[in-house]
T-cell receptor
Framework: EAGVTQFPSHSVIEKGQTVTLRCDPI?????LYWYRRVMGKEIKFLLH????????ESGMPNNRFLAERTGGTYSTLKVQPAELEDSGVYFC???????????????FGPGTRLLVL | AQKVTQAQTEISVVEKEDVTLDCVYE???????LFWYKQPPSGELVFLIR??????QNEISGRYSWNFQKSTSSFNFTITASQVVDSAVYFC??????????????FGKGTKLTVNP
């Protein structure tokens, strides 16, 4: 079974440009998460989809970030316009549907390394 | 508020030594889950273990073992007879089980383990 995949693996852009990151979750996983690790800091939660709906977007830093998950399959995270502080590694994770307060394990992709110059 | 502290930023050992990675957490909930992930040099986050707050049994998997102690809010990870392939950054993470809420993970800053031959 294929794991979580992310594209691209690396992206170098200039400040003010737009970048779109893509995540393909494990097949059948309803939950999809985006996280980010800025240099030297913790991995931090950005948002959570359940199928195509945003369950929690409390971690999104500002309105320059837009996440979508059309059809409840893959997801995209667009940064527009990118700023220097957006540089970091963006991870995607997916998990199966939960029930009754039981938490499923999140399986992570390899991440996209974004560098904004 | 949830918080995970990994006080050891970097650890360096010689092959075959035992090493323990510390993880201390804070949460107000009585129901929560703890995780360990490994990030090898290739960059992906690899799931190692999940523990729920009602199960304080220690776990052993090969050379890996985990010691969960609610009394000290700790979930430490020990590698016995370390090998070069164990070199990686190890992350401890916490997730609560909110009713209908997001199961986002809160990560520690990670401990970089280097095992020298």
């Amino acid at each position: 079974e294929a794991g979580v995949t992310q594209f691209p693996s690396h992206s170098v852009i200039e400040k003010g440009q737009t970048v779109t990151l893509r995540c393909d979750p494990i097949s059948g996983h309803d939950n999809l998460y985006w996280y980010r690790r800025v240099m030297g800091k913790e991995i931090k939660f950005l948002l959570h989809f359940v199928k195509e709906s945003k369950q929690d977007e409390s971690g999104m830093p500002n309105n320059r970030f837009l996440a979508e998950r059309t059809g409840g399959t893959y997801s995209t995270l667009k940064v527009q316009p990118a700023e220097l502080e957006d540089s970091g590694v963006y991870f995607c994770a997916s998990s199966q549907a939960k029930g009754g307060g039981f938490i499923e394990t999140q399986y992570f992709g390899p991440g996209t390394r974004l560098l904004v110059l | 508020a949830q918080k995970v502290t990994q006080a050891q930023t970097e650890i360096s050992v010689v092959e075959k030594e035992d090493v323990t990675l510390d993880c201390v957490y804070e949460t107000r909930d009585t129901t929560y889950y703890l995780f360990w992930y490994k990030q090898p040099p290739s960059g992906e986050l690899v799931f190692l273990i999940r523990r729920n707050s009602f199960d304080e049994q220690n776990e052993i998997s090969g050379r890996y073992s985990w010691n969960f102690q609610k009394s000290t809010s700790s979930f430490n990870f020990t590698i016995t007879a370390s090998q070069v392939v164990d070199s990686a950054v190890y992350f401890c993470a916490l997730s609560e089980a909110p009713q209908g809420g997001s199961e986002k993970l809160v990560f520690g800053k990670g401990t970089k383990l280097t095992v020298n031959p």
